[in-house]
């Protein structure tokens, strides 16, 4: 790349831009998944994107991140146009769906070795990533084992940590604490409260709406493909007309759950 465009995207990543702006976002496929979806996350914002199975959430942030061409609108990363650069919006961001993908043949040091090399990372910040994130993780001592061996929690932990290596501005985790243990997952809360009071931005999709409630600055509800409310816990509540109202009544409320299963 030129010096003058890479120079460009790189004032563009650290503007004062949204983290994420999309636009009539819509992905068709027999029928809408995600219809006209508009969505703004500020920088260094810890976002919860809630909503129902079959919502359209991870249909969203698969085309945020560039697996998943939509069928209009627009999607804008720190200013990026990431339908027009894609490669640029993509090193600045990164994406760990619900179930880790690793090589399980690699050991941890050289499946991060290896995503780093991917990312262009330069190889002693790449060692000194590698490190923090396997001991902030707890798997040092684990380090030198192949992941085929590991449970499904050690191996979120690892894939979450090849999506943190490359240090993205703009973090997307599709149900990152299912199926982990108590111990586990706080260690993932921790690590994620770290990295966005560190300056990063999270978009969390989840089930478990206490960890949207004590996570998140926002919360955004998704229902058939659109987003239905969206504010702070106590914005939502005001809106709610209920001051005591919990975010499992309002989400169960807005999205029809209970009715539907009338």
Request: glycine share 12%; no cysteine.
């Given at each position: 790349m030129q010096d003058g465009v890479e120079d460009k995207f790189?004032?563009?990543?650290?503007?004062?831009?949204?983290?994420?702006?999309?636009?009539?976002?819509?992905?068709?496929?027999?029928?809408?998944?995600?219809?006209n979806f508009n969505l703004t996350v500020r920088p260094g914002e810890f976002y919860a994107l809630l909503g129902p199975n079959g919502a359209g959430k991870t249909t969203t942030l698969r085309m945020?991140?560039?697996?998943?061409?939509?069928?209009?609108?627009s999607i804008e990363i720190f200013g990026i146009d990431a339908l027009r650069n894609p490669i640029e919006a993509k090193r600045i961001t990164a994406w760990l769906p619900d179930e880790p993908m690793l090589y399980d043949k690699l050991d941890?040091?050289?499946?991060l070795e290896f995503v780093a090399g991917l990312w262009g990372v330069e190889p002693r910040r790449a060692e000194a990533n590698a490190e923090e994130l396997l001991n902030v993780l707890g798997l040092w001592e684990h380090r030198n084992e192949r992941c085929e061996g590991f449970s499904r929690g050690m191996k979120q932990k690892v894939a979450l940590a090849g999506?943190?290596?490359?240090?993205?501005?703009?973090?997307?985790l599709d149900e990152p604490l299912t199926g982990l243990d108590a111990a586990i997952a706080r260690q993932v809360k921790e690590l994620l409260t770290?990295?966005?009071?560190?300056?990063?931005?999270?978009?969390?999709?989840?089930?478990?709406?206490?960890?949207?409630?004590r996570l998140a600055s926002r919360i955004g509800i998704i229902?058939?493909?659109?987003?239905?409310?969206?504010?702070?816990?106590?914005?939502?509540?005001?809106?709610?007309?209920s001051k005591d109202s919990s975010l499992e009544d309002m989400f169960l409320t807005l999205t029809g759950v209970m009715e539907n299963a009338a």
């Open positions: 790189s004032r563009q990543a650290n503007g004062d831009h949204a983290a994420l702006r999309l636009g009539g976002l819509t992905k068709i496929f027999n029928k809408p998944a995600v219809n945020v991140a560039g697996l998943l061409p939509p069928t209009s609108g941890p040091v050289e499946y999506a943190l290596i490359h240090e993205p501005k703009l973090l997307m770290r990295r966005v009071n560190g300056g990063a931005t999270i978009i969390l999709t989840t089930h478990i709406l206490e960890v949207a409630e229902n058939k493909g659109q987003l239905i409310a969206e504010g702070t816990l106590d914005e939502m509540r005001q809106k709610s007309g």
